[in-house]
Nanobody, 120 residues
Framework: VQLQASGGGLVQAGGSLRLSCAASGSISSIKTMGWYRQAPGKERELVANVTSDIDSNYADSVKGRFTISRDNAKDTVYLQMDSLKPEDTAVYYC???????????????WGQGTLVTVSS
């Protein structure tokens, strides 16, 4: 069971990027999926998450600019990032609470980070 993130890159301030994160493997169920980020010298912080019932939660710093969505049929979570600011520069990590069929134990998994750089 793993998470594969994609979509990072370099963008100018005011631009947009879309991150994707797909879960793969033998999965019984997925509860919450989300995105965290870690800027240089700072702690990892929650950006947004979404439950299996499509209830979403956002950090105050991204409300109104970022939109999280989820395709349960594809076990994929997306993060549409608009009106990007230089302070959004960070490594973005996807995260999911999943229950693998092999263990049936619910736990959190992390994807590899994807770098988002916003130039001023």
């Amino acid at each position: 069971v793993q998470l594969q993130a994609s979509g990072g890159g370099l963008v100018q301030a005011g631009g947009s990027l879309r991150l994707s994160c797909a879960a793969s493997g033998s999965i019984s169920s997925i509860k919450t999926m989300g995105w965290y980020r870690q800027a240089p010298g700072k702690e990892r912080e929650l950006v947004a998450n979404v439950t299996s019932d499509i209830d979403s939660n956002y950090a105050d710093s991204v409300k109104g600019r970022f939109t999280i969505s989820r395709d349960n049929a594809k076990d994929t979570v997306y993060l549409q990032m608009d009106s990007l600011k230089p302070e959004d520069t960070a490594v973005y990590y996807c995260n999911a609470e999943m229950r693998p069929r092999a263990t049936m134990r619910l736990r959190y998994y992390w994807g590899q980070g994807t770098l988002v750089t916003v130039s001023s």
